[in-house]
């Protein structure tokens, strides 16, 4: 089964709006990472956070990590038409693999 | 630096027919992995590899087999291929594993139906 989960499956807003992804988990994490996928392209790294962190930042990109509540959200600000993509948060738990979750199909309207 | 390439990007078999997907990296990473990516199901990881010489079951390996003789190659192999198989397989490799750091590089993925 999938370690991390992403809420919602799809989202749509508008050029400029604000854009947030939320990932839960089930296992103790390392790390956890954010990732893009442009339509028919592999996966593009975004951004890691590790498990003693809470907060990061990454140009429009802020990521949050909640240990306790086994979450994470990634946040897009001012977004863009090019911002459309998918967004896969993968985790890495103590023991194993980068398992990913299934996906938030984010479109940004000009 | 070209990363990580893929061939071929799309390929279309009958059940039954055999075929070799290849992965290059050109970025000195000592780990690969082969993905599949389904509609709803996200990445799976078929194999993996740590190393020349090494490979490893990921979660759904039946039906490939995988092989990495040579650091920057790694080959996914389906011997008799299946409907169940159509899909779009990606590869990754990583510079490091340890346990803090696990930063993949996609390669563009190939798509793949099996009639």
């Known amino acids: 089964s999938q370690q991390g989960e992403e809420d919602p499956q799809a989202l749509s807003i508008q050029e400029g709006e604000n854009a947030t992804m939320n990932c839960s988990y089930k296992t103790s994490i390392n790390n956890l990472q954010w990732y893009r996928q442009n339509s028919g392209r592999g996966l593009v790294h975004l951004i890691l956070?590790?498990?003693?962190?809470r907060e990061k930042h990454s140009g429009r990109l802020r990521v949050t990590l909640d240990t306790s509540k086994k979450s994470s959200s990634l946040l897009i600000t001012a977004s863009r038409a090019a911002d459309t993509a998918s967004y896969f948060c993968?985790?890495?738990?103590?023991?194993?693999?980068?398992?990913f979750g299934q996906g938030t199909i984010l479109t940004v309207h000009p | 630096n070209a990363g990580v390439t893929q061939t071929p990007k799309f390929r279309v078999l009958k059940t039954g027919q055999s075929m070799t997907l290849l992965c290059a990296q050109d970025?000195?990473?000592?780990?690969m992995y082969w993905y599949r990516q389904d509609p709803g199901m996200g990445l799976r990881l078929i194999h993996y590899s740590v190393g020349e010489g090494t490979t490893a079951k990921g979660e759904v390996p039946d039906g490939y087999n995988v092989s990495r003789l040579k650091k920057q190659n790694f080959l996914l192999g389906l011997e008799s291929a299946a409907p169940s198989q159509t899909s779009v397989y990606f590869c990754?490799?990583?510079?490091?594993?340890?346990?803090?750091?696990?930063?993949?590089?996609f390669g563009p993925g190939t798509r793949l139906t099996v009639l």
């Open positions: 993968a985790t890495v738990p103590s023991y194993g693999k980068l398992t």
């Open positions: 956070i590790r498990s003693n962190e």
């Open positions: 970025m000195n990473h000592e780990y």
């Open positions: 990754a490799s990583s510079p490091v594993r340890t346990g803090t750091a696990d930063t993949q590089y």
